[in-house]
């Protein structure tokens, strides 16, 4: 492939020296950023290079959804804490859940994503070989994590088998935007025997290892029951932290010896603040995840958890939350936020050096937001009321991306898929959920389940 250029009005890299440039843009070859500079000087040393300018647009690295679920559940589960709701909704839909529904999620997600700048997706789903065929014809990365249930409870989810499978098989693939790690519900839908073979598997593959953990305080009173430790010093005994690398969704409920023992074992999480705040799950520590040097990136956790995949109202709630909880209006900062949901979650997932910031030698995985609107009105790129950073963070939404790039390739542009048609994706959910619904009402009614609340586990 020829050199290509890609420039707009503003651009802004997320480097290390939180640079903002007027103007600029980058170079990319086969997917590669070869340079990141002004327009001028882009087009001078690529001469015969296409070149191409946004004018009207910021453009910034791709963002990274560190923790996420397809699904089809949106608003038909509120109101609701966690145990309820994962015993009255969620699990009884994974009793039911068929592949072509399960790969049908993942294609109207990966495109909700795609449209709201998520150029990168850590999704935790079922039958992912639908998910892995949706992202590589859509066009984003996706980080695969199968939803794993190994223990006699739990038999109904997607197997240790069905993980090895696609670690196996989808490693690499679409040219490296499949990303297969192994995944665990949560540390106790798996028996030892599968906790071990979980462990090992991340071990054989070299892969990382994703799980749910001190989501609800339930958790931690959970540990300490079958354990006698809290989550983080459980799982680093039953050898979670042996892995590559352990990252873990939510990380709400910890301890500073805990957060202690995640730095010294490189754990990352996925601070998900929506899911948070609408599960009534607690404040994650993240300041003090970030001070220890822990990898922090963001999620938007499922659709019926949020009720939307916008990263850019992620990063908004993010930082509102993050100064509710310190009661300091200039806690959780805008550039903070910035990097957690680029770099940070590129490192969480262990791509810091391919994937986050638009720099040399990186993917050419890149937004672009429109500033033509008032909520992006004034709009300072520099001097002493540079604004760029808090209006991408306070007032952006996913809907004003305009164009969205992975790996040098425009997947959408003029704020449409590139891939697929939309209207399709929708119509495709449409037609499936009402049968996934009655399915799932005839198991309830059949097992009782909705009667009564059950303790957890
Ligand atoms: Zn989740």
Redesign the pocket.
């Known amino acids: 492939m020829a050199v290509q250029i890609l420039t707009a009005d503003v651009l802004v890299p997320m480097d290390a020296a939180r640079s903002v440039l007027t103007d600029a843009g980058f170079a990319h070859e086969d997917g590669t950023i070869l340079a990141v500079d002004s327009r001028a000087a882009l087009v001078a040393a690529y001469p015969d290079a296409r070149a191409r300018h946004l004018s009207d647009n910021v453009l910034m690295p791709g963002l990274v959804n560190a ?1 996420h ?1 397809s699904g089809m559940l949106r608003g038909t589960a509120e109101h609701l804490p966690v145990w309820e709701w994962l015993r009255l909704h969620i699990d009884p839909m994974h009793r039911v859940l068929r592949p072509e529904e399960a790969e049908a999620a993942s294609w109207l997600c990966y495109a909700e994503g795609l449209l709201s700048g998520t150029t990168t997706v850590v999704d ?1 789903w079922r039958y992912m070989d639908g998910a892995a065929r949706a992202a590589s014809a859509l066009g984003n990365r996706v980080v695969t994590v199968n939803y794993v249930g190994e223990h006699p409870d739990y038999d109904y989810f997607d197997t240790l088998d069905d993980n090895e499978r696609m670690l196996a098989e989808w490693t690499g693939a679409a040219g490296g935007r499949i990303m297969p790690w192994v995944g665990l519900e949560h540390p106790f839908y798996a028996d030892e025997a599968g906790q071990r073979r979980a462990i090992a598997m991340a071990q054989e593959y070299g892969t990382g290892l994703y799980t ?1 953990c001190s989501e609800s305080s339930l958790d931690v009173e959970l540990f300490l029951e079958r354990t006698g430790k809290r989550p983080m010093h459980a799982l680093k005994d039953l050898g979670f932290m042996d892995v590559p690398r352990l990252m873990i ?2 990380a709400v409920w910890l301890d500073e010896g805990e957060i202690a023992l995640m730095a010294e074992h490189g754990v990352s999480v996925s601070h ?1 603040p929506v ?1 948070n705040m609408k599960l009534a799950s607690g404040f994650a520590p993240v300041a003090e995840l970030l001070e220890a040097g822990i990898a922090v990136g963001i999620g938007t ?2 659709e019926k ?1 949020n009720n939307n995949l916008d990263m850019f109202e992620e990063m908004k709630v993010a930082s509102l939350l993050g100064k509710l909880r310190a009661m300091d209006a200039a806690a959780m900062d805008s550039w903070a936020v910035l990097e957690m949901a680029t770099r940070g979650g590129a490192r969480a997932i262990g791509q810091g050096d391919r994937l986050g910031s638009l720099e040399v030698g990186k993917q050419a995985d890149a937004v672009a937001v429109r500033t033509d609107t008032p909520r992006m009105t004034p709009l300072l790129a520099e001097g002493p009321y540079a604004n760029i950073h808090h209006n991408l963070v306070h007032a952006v939404r996913g809907s004003d991306v305009t164009l969205t790039m992975v790996a040098g390739d425009v997947v959408v542009d003029g704020g449409a898929l590139v891939h697929a048609s939309l209207p399709d994706l929708i119509a495709r959910v449409r037609d499936l959920v009402p049968d996934l619904f009655a399915r799932r009402s005839a198991y309830l009614e059949s097992s009782g389940e909705q009667q009564g609340l059950m303790s957890p586990h």
Do not use: F, P, R, V
């Open positions: 923790h679920h935790m749910h969704a939510h998900n899911s956790d499922g958890e």
